[in-house]
Each structure stands twice: as C-alpha cells, then as structure tokens.
C-alpha cells in the first residue's frame, strides 16, 4: 500500500508511527480536530487508550487500526490528499482483469433459463464473490483454485426467496461487503431482484471510508457500476437497471458511520434499527458483517442462528464464506463432517460458504 502512492514525508512518518505503535506501542487517541472523536469516545476508545493493541478484542483493535491508517495518509484532514483511498489501486485490478470480462460475459448464458434459476445462479454469484476478498487473498494465496467440498455448509435459501417472490412488495436492505468482484455481483443480483419484481426497493450500505482493505465506499459502487455500463450484454442490460434505479429512488446507497464501528450489530444506533426493523430482509454479505451479525464469539458450531440473531429487529440474511473461527448454525452432521475431514480449517480457509437466513422470530427482542 505504501509502495502505491506517491506519499510525502510526513504521511511516511506517520505510517512508520502507527506500525510502531501497533507492534511495540499502545493505542493512541485521535487528534483533537478529528470529526469523529465523539463517535469514537462512544464506541469506547478511552477505556483502550494506553493498552496494547494485542490486549483488546480484534474487531475493535482491527477498526481503529484502520481509522488510524486513514489519519496517516491524510483521509480527514483538508487538504490534498483528504478522500484518497489508499486501497484504490488494488481495487481498481480487479474490475480491469481480464477475468472480469469473461465474468461478465457468462451472463448472456442467463436469460436462457427460467427465473428462479437466474436468480439461484445470481444469488450463488453473489455469495462466493465473497472468496475474492482482497485482503483475504493477500494473505492466503490459493484459496479461490481450491475445489470446496462440501460447498455450502448450511443452506437456507428456500427461505431467503420467501421474503422475496415475485411481483412482491420487498424492501431489500443489502449491507455490503468488499469492492470488485464482490461488489459487481451483488450489484447484479440487486439488479435482478428489482427487475424481476422480486423487491420494490433497495438498500445498499456501503462503508463510509475506505476500511479492511477491500470493502466498498461509495467510488467503488461508482467504479462497478461505470464498469457494467461498459459491458455488452447482460451485464450492460443490468447496469442500466440500476443506473434508472438510482436516478428514480428504488436504489439508494447509504454509508452510515456504523458501518465502520468496531462493534457487534447488537450495538447498533436506533437510526439504524428502524431501517432494518422496515425492511422485508436484510442481507448482511460476508465474514466480518458475519462476525458482527451474530457476534464476535467462539460459538459451538451449532448454536442456532436465529438465537444468536434474535436481537435484530426483522427478517435477516448472512451470505458469507468462512474465513474466521466465527460460525454458527451447523448441523451436528455437517460439523461432524468438516472436522473429520479438515480439522480446524474450514473454519478459515474460505472454501466453505453459507447462506443463513432467520425469518422474524415471535417475541423478538426490541432492545
Ligand atoms: O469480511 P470479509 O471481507 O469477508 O473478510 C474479512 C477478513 O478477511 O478480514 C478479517 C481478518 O482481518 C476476517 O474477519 C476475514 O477473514
């Protein structure tokens, strides 16, 4: 990343500051100026102020080291460099691979088939576009080749497509994960589900700045879109529906500041809880919303997910693949199954995926 940008002498010395502080040091505050001071005093940085970063619970330590690696490069403060995404030049490979066209061109294949099976093959495109992680793949290299076997390791769509049959009245709220090959299928499916009159409207949540490397901000569902539009075909077809989407209200991007909290969805503020408490479903994609959704826990494997989502205030959806020890709603069969043939590591290797999905449960809490 440093070797990507041009960067000056100060935001060089700020990033060798902040990779001392990580290794050797302890957390540091903000900046007196820095506009989210307050968020972050809530979301309980002075209780860690002067700890090691390794003696705090990783989602938070791994949020902050993100917000602070934005400090160094100079993301908030006026001036040049303020909103340049210092992941930007990785993300922008992956929709100019030569890859993607072929990607996308498999999509002619789609309207050849009957509807519920455009939407499985769009819902499937969407869930293993999680595989491509960008910082996933930095750090282990081979995973995408690998054959995943069993694939899915719990399967729940059946009642995902309840929430959203056709010529219904759906409200989708997708809560997005990473940029790229990520986020151009989920674009895609959100396309079909509007097209198709499977939801009326939708809700992308991206991230309000750049975070975990490769997750998306709003450029990058600028990038993607730009990218579709450029394509020919199905793609080129989908781009225009959520180009007329966007322009007339039944698509809107939201990038709420919890989006980036180092903090379990239970958490969540009461703006956010009213969105989801009205949409039909919310779709939360991949392994750190993951974490966040049912909590960051060593959970038995077969902990139901509905009780570990049983604070969330509508219908909810993961579509994630596993790349933490985080995992909930197995089958005692299927966790028999994954340890007897691979030990810990498909809890992390990102070959396995699922789709898990817990329908409004009576009595849910109103917290
Ligand atoms: O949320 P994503 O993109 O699917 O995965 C994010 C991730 O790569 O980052 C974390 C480790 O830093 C893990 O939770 C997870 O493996």
Known sequence: MRGAFPYGPGQRQAL??????????????????APDRERWREWGLPDRVG??????????????????????VGWFDPGAWQGIDPFRPFKRAEP?????????AALDALPTLPEPERACALLHGSLWGNRADLGFRLSA????????????????????????????????????????????????????????????????????????VSDATTADVVDALHRLRAAPGVAGDYARVLWSAMADGRLTV????????????D???DDLRAEFAAATLTVFKGDLNYRRLVGDRRWP?????????????????????LKSDVITGLSPATESALVAAEGRRWRTSGAHALVQVALKWPGAEAT
């Open 16 to 33: 060798d500051e902040l990779l001392k502080s990580c290794t050797e040091g302890t957390i540091g505050p903000l900046p007196s100026g």
């Open 51 to 72: 700890r090691p970063w390794y003696d705090v619970p990783w989602l938070w330590s791994e949020s902050y080291f993100y917000r602070r690696l934005l400090q160094a």
């Open 96 to 104: 100019d691979a030569p890859e993607t066209d072929a990607e996308l």
């Open 141 to 212: 290299e081979g995973a995408e080749a690998q054959d995943p076997v069993p694939a899915l390791v719990a399967d729940d769509s059946a009642a995902l497509w309840s929430q959203l049959p056709p010529g219904g009245a759906a409200t989708l709220v997708l809560v997005a994960d990473n940029a790229g090959r990520e986020l151009v299928p989920d674009l895609l499916l959100i396309a079909h589900l509007l097209a198709e009159g499977r939801a009326a409207r939708a809700v992308l949540h991206i991230k309000p700045y750049p975070y975990y």
């Open 254 to 265: 939201r990038a709420h500041p919890f989006s980036c909290a180092p903090l379990p969805y």
């Open 267 to 269: 958490r969540m503020p």
């Open 301 to 321: 494997p077969t902990t139901p997910f509905a009780e570990t989502t049983r604070y969330f205030p509508g219908p909810v959806a993961a579509l994630r693949t």
